[in-house]
């Protein structure tokens, strides 16, 4: 209604590369007045790991993934940085005064959750009041995470997957006082774009979670009852393409992206 629009993106900061968030005003075919209104730190050396999926929740705040810029996977459990974090911003970029780590000293004020690797996926449902997450892990141990205000997800103190050199990473699946996944996916999916789906072109598949996947080429739908997980089916198998997002269309049918070179846009309807 505002016609303010909300990029987010890695770039060159103040003190090496970051995660932006910025946002501008769509004046017909143009974006003007650009301003930056999100700025992780510090900066990193790494080019890969940043997050950066967006989702507005009911009281028009933000929350945005963040990565752990791979080299620095002990610093998402440190509240001193954005490495591995969720944050939550209000519209203009500033802090909500109801953040969970607000006031408390040595933390940064806008991390909302934190023990993240790289998320690539975010959906609020508005049906359940739930927000959801996944997340990459590394040689296995992707996860799909319930998000809740102010929790630990446990990376790397906890992974279900094995370093790439196939080494452990920790002795610990799960760890007390973390929040494990609802499901997750050893070998790797890679994981990239989220979506719940709620219309009436399939009833069925009502309240499910709809996960793309790069490395498994492919869809899954997560079969959801009552908030839990109940079954899984892989879909666009023989498609062979890497996903990288997936969202419900406001006619209730699903839309699927590809990666790479000639990527398309799929469009899901039922069958006769």
């Known amino acids: ?28 075919g143009a974006l003007k007045d650009l301003t930056v209104i999100f700025e992780s730190e ?8 940043y997050g950066g999926r967006m ?34 911003l209000n519209d203009d970029g500033t802090v909500p005064g109801d953040n969970p780590f607000v006031g408390r000293k ?5 991390i909302w959750s934190y023990g993240h690797r790289n998320a690539q996926g975010l959906v609020f449902d508005a049906a359940t009041g739930r927000l959801y997450a996944h997340e990459h892990g590394p040689r296995g141990g992707d996860e799909l995470n319930l998000i809740e205000k102010g929790a630990n997800y446990g990376w790397p103190l906890a992974t279900k997957g094995m ?75 023989d498609m062979n393409e890497r996903i990288r997002d997936v969202r419900t269309g406001p006619d209730g049918l699903i839309y699927v992206l590809t990666d790479g070179g000639g990527a398309k846009l799929l469009r899901l309807k039922p069958s006769p």
């Open 55 to 88: 989702a507005w929740l009911p009281d028009g705040t933000l929350v945005v993934t963040g990565g752990d810029g791979f080299n620095y996977r002990e610093q998402a459990q440190n509240l001193t940085n954005h490495f591995g974090k969720i944050v939550r």
């Open 42 to 49: 510090p900066g990193r050396s790494t080019s890969v790991h």
């Open 106 to 110: 040595g933390a940064r004020p806008e």
């Open 163 to 237: 370093d790439y050199s196939g080494a452990y990473i920790t002795p610990f699946q799960t760890y007390k006082g973390t929040k494990d996944g609802i499901t997750g996916w050893t070998p790797s999916i890679a994981p990239c774009g989220l979506a719940i789906y709620h219309g009436a072109a399939f009833p069925r598949w009502d309240g499910d979670i709809f996960v793309g996947a790069l490395a498994g080429r492919s869809l899954h739908r997560v079969d959801m009852q009552d908030g839990k997980v109940v079954g899984e089916e892989t879909m666009l198998k």
């Open 1 to 28: 209604e505002n016609r303010l629009v909300y990029l987010s993106y890695a770039a060159k900061g103040k003190d090496g590369k970051a995660l932006r968030v910025a946002r501008a005003r769509l004046d017909g």
